[in-house]
């Protein structure tokens, strides 16, 4: 009887199954989220991982694929058709300490089709925001701007944001005073201010830090990746530069003004040398801020004076700068990033480039000549980076060289700091923990950690079905606990996000917003698909009624 | 081969554009860079360009490194070189002893340690066997430096300076010595294997008659004979290894050709990719060569065009 019983309930709900799906569109087909492989990227693809499996509970039938850097790359940046997610990051550099590169690049509409904002996120109302944010001299409107885009982009969800990394930096503290290890908002203690004032406790005044990646050549027109441009910034000089607290201040020049909304007056400093003894002068100035406009041939650095209309000098170390349209951040993003170049050695090349199809970016001097604290001495590929003081720089370093050792292997550089081979350990990848547990073998090792700017996101593909759908990405992003993410993925050195302005930039961050992800967890993130018309048959994700789903499965 | 790197590269995935993203970065920036590269001609054009500097011995200059491709293999090649020959050569040596002390005393208590102990070193990965010197020696004792070619700082003017300094042979010890440990179970194995079927030949067994010593039977007759074929292998050895000590390299971040490779793969510098594989496969003909001219040389009975 009780068999019979069973029998009938199974035949029933089976014969339910069909006009379910009718009540359904198709399902959702398998999802992909392209990451670096984990031996490349571990926490990144373990953050991917649980991504994958949060999504699953959602109905939803998802992958991780992990793909080698090249590939990856070339793949979510040039064949923006074909994927469907991606895990994606942002570094934290100095310049980025004012949120208009990023709130403008990411996420307008006018860089959808080859430009950063590779997802496709199209919304006019977030473009107003973002031109508007630029175009306000006044930091409070700004900054009320500012949030606005920032909550805006909560409800879209365009990207799902993971977390904000915490930037953990090991150094020897019977080498360095501990009191001169400066931390700089969002980007901890390995920056320009340390370096410049660091101060040794005995007779070891060299800096020995470790990279491990292979930085590409040191010119004033390159932008180098992450580690290139740690020692690039101390070659060579800038106008401005992003103080430890993260707002810019004159360096090379003295003075800066802002006399209208479209002029910036500054001085140079004075009795500044280049390396090889010569003058720096206001020539030299006005040369670096108009060469990367020079044609094609400083391509990396020609945005960055795309809204400078004339450069004039008024007096013999002034110029003016007049801007063709208000720019908010011009001290930040373009004073404070541009190197100061001479003229008498970079005006010939930019000649010699006229004829040939050379840029800039790929021409190294023998030996690199700026004005900068540190003085270039030799780089050896894949081996180190060698700086000395400049004595002739106003700042000048407290230490005597700045050498970086490329080690690959970041467990031997691990043990490098235990050894001494290394007095700082500046750039680590590898498992937060067992740096953290470091000092307990060697008491002379300290930790210094910061909230990093930078953040680790999932990149949602706006051009592919269901990823288009407001509803959709607002589910998914509730889905993910970027507090377990935080504490596993990146063990604890990472603090959960959701927005690109991160905490640590505390002026521009909107208070709360990581906790403030619409549904917020996957009973919610259920629930907003059921509202949305999405349905659950036998377990699986399918479309509303009538959607048919027309995106073919990554490949 | 030449033709083969050009191809190979120009259709693996990415480009060295994709090493340049920035948030600035845009279709202007891309097209600015790929002309810089000469990479936005058509693929025959580019090709005529590089074989014809090819021809004239100009490997281009790197993508991303601002140098002639020459001058950064040139840096490079003198360090694995040096760590090929040291490991390969005592590996050898070793093997060679070892193998034909084994093949002497076979059956014995020291064989039946000796040979598994050989064939695990050989089949132990490289990168594990790195990491146990490098936390037995260099992280633990501090005995020897935990990576690179010179102290940090350290500046040579000359490859000789570099080569005649105890730092750096201090820092080639334990690449070396893992290169070697990985190296030694094939000349061991083929000297043992090679000396056991030499030591049944006639002319041992009259040797044997003459009343020679020991010494002379195993070392004058029997050894030379059985050497033949590991001095091919050492040949082959010396060329494969120019190119293949990627993961010895990397573990301690050797500045040689395998990490050049590496690096320039990864970061799609195609002439510094390029120029890197047509070094290894240089020196792989050449080996090859060499190891069969030695051969002839030793053993007259395969002497090319002998008279019969």
């Given at each position: 009887m009780m068999k019979h019983w069973m029998l009938t309930v199974g035949l029933t709900a089976l014969s339910a199954l069909p006009a379910m799906a009718q009540q359904a569109g198709d399902p959702v087909r398998t999802l992909v989220i392209l990451a670096q492989p984990q031996a490349a990227a571990p926490q990144e693809f373990q953050a991917a991982e649980m991504v994958a499996e949060a999504w699953k509970q959602l109905g939803l039938q998802v992958q991780v694929r992990a793909l080698p850097s090249q590939q990856f790359n070339q793949i979510v940046w040039y064949e923006r058709q074909r994927w469907d997610a991606t895990t994606w990051q942002m570094v934290g550099r100095?310049?980025?300490?004012?949120?208009d590169e990023l709130t403008y690049n990411l996420f307008v509409g006018a860089n959808a089709a080859n430009g950063y904002n590779f997802v496709g996120y199209l919304n006019p109302e977030y473009d107003r925001l973002a031109q508007a944010q630029r175009e306000e001299l006044d930091i409070t409107k700004r900054k009320a701007v500012l949030i606005e885009a920032q909550e805006l982009i909560n409800r879209d969800q365009p990207y799902g944001f993971m977390v904000h990394p915490k930037n953990l930096i090991a150094y020897n503290a019977t080498v360095w005073d501990d009191s001169t290890m400066k931390v700089q908002a969002?980007?901890?203690?390995?920056?320009f201010w340390t370096w410049i004032g660091l101060k040794p406790k005995g007779a070891q005044k060299d800096v020995i830090l470790n990279s491990t990646a292979t930085p590409t050549n040191l010119s004033p027109f390159n932008i180098a990746g992450a580690q290139g441009s740690w020692a690039a910034e101390l070659v060579w000089d800038r106008l401005m530069r992003i103080g430890p607290d993260g707002l810019p201040q004159p360096w090379a020049a003295e003075t800066v003004t802002r006399p209208t909304t479209t002029t910036v007056e500054l001085t140079l400093r004075a009795g500044m040398k280049w390396h090889d003894g010569t003058p720096v002068t206001i020539d030299d100035a006005i040369f670096s801020l108009e060469a990367p406009g020079?044609?094609?041939?400083?391509p990396m650095y020609k945005p960055f004076v795309g809204n400078i209309a004339k450069v004039e000098t008024i007096g013999p170390m002034s110029l003016r700068i007049t801007l063709k349209r208000p720019d908010a951040a011009f001290l930040v993003s373009s004073l404070s990033k541009l190197n100061l170049a001479s003229r008498k050695i970079w005006a010939p090349i930019f000649e010699d480039l006229?004829?040939?199809?050379?840029?800039?970016?790929t021409i190294m001097e023998k030996l690199p000549v700026g004005s900068g604290p540190f003085k270039f001495v030799s780089v050896k590929l894949n081996e180190q980076i060698v700086l000395e003081a400049n004595p002739d720089h106003w700042a000048k370093p407290l230490i005597n060289r700045w050498i970086m050792r490329i080690t690959p292997n970041i467990e031997a550089s691990l043990g490098a700091m235990k050894s001494g081979e290394l007095n700082v350990l500046a750039d680590y990848t590898g498992d937060p923990e067992l740096l953290m547990a470091l000092p307990k073998s060697n008491p002379n090792i300290k930790i210094a950690d910061a909230l990093d700017m930078g953040i680790r996101f999932i990149a949602y593909n706006e051009r592919r079905q269901p990823f288009g759908d407001v509803a959709f990405r607002r589910a998914i992003s509730a889905a993910i606990d970027r507090d377990a993410i935080a504490a596993d993925a990146y063990g604890g050195a990472a603090v959960a996000s959701n927005s690109w302005v991160s905490p640590a930039l505390a002026f521009w961050a909107a208070p709360g917003i990581a906790k403030r992800v619409p549904g917020g967890t996957v009973a919610a993130a259920k629930q907003m698909l059921k509202d949305a018309g999405y349905v659950l048959v036998n377990g699986r994700l399918h479309y509303p009624v009538g959607v048919k789903e027309t995106t073919a499965a990554y490949q | 081969m030449s033709s083969l790197t050009f191809i190979l590269f120009r259709l693996a995935?990415?480009?060295?554009?994709?090493?340049?993203?920035?948030?600035?970065?845009n279709e202007e920036t891309r097209a600015a860079l790929m002309k810089s590269f000469g990479l936005d001609k058509p693929l025959w054009e580019q090709y005529f360009i590089y074989m014809g500097n090819l021809l004239q011995g100009n490997l281009g200059q790197s993508f991303l490194q601002g140098k002639p491709v020459a001058v950064l293999l040139a840096d490079a090649l003198p360090n694995t070189v040096l760590l090929t020959l040291v490991s390969l050569t005592a590996a050898y040596a070793f093997g060679i002893v070892a193998g034909a002390f084994l093949a002497f005393h076979r059956g014995g208590l020291v064989e039946a340690v000796s040979i598994p102990a050989a064939l695990a070193t050989r089949a132990a990965p490289e990168f594990w066997l790195g990491m146990l010197l490098l936390a037995g020696l260099a992280f633990q004792t501090g005995w020897f430096p935990t990576g690179g070619a010179l102290s940090p700082g350290r500046e040579m003017n000359s490859f000789a300076e570099r080569f005649m300094s105890g730092d750096f042979w201090w820092h080639l010890a334990l690449p070396a010595l893992t290169l070697m440990l990985y190296l030694q179970g094939l000349p061991l194995l083929l000297m043992r294997a090679t000396m056991l079927e030499v030591l049944n030949d006639e002319f041992i067994v009259m040797a044997k008659m003459k009343g020679l010593s020991r010494w002379s039977v195993v070392m004058r007759h029997a050894a030379r004979n059985a050497l033949l074929p590991v001095v091919t292998a050492f040949a082959l050895g010396l060329g494969a290894s120019i190119g293949g000590n990627v993961v010895v390299e990397t573990v301690f971040a050797w500045p040689g050709i395998g990490r050049v490779l590496v690096t320039a793969v990864q970061s799609a510098d195609y002439p510094l990719a390029q120029g890197a594989f047509i070094l290894i496969a240089a020196s792989l003909v050449t080996m090859n060569t060499l190891a069969d001219l030695a051969y002839a040389a030793l053993d007259p009975r395969v002497s090319v065009g002998a008279k019969r």
């Open positions: 100095p310049e980025r300490s004012d949120p969002g980007i901890g203690v390995r920056n020079y044609g094609d041939k400083s006229k004829n040939k199809p050379e840029t800039a970016e | 995935p990415g480009d060295p554009t994709i090493n340049f993203l920035s948030p600035s970065f």
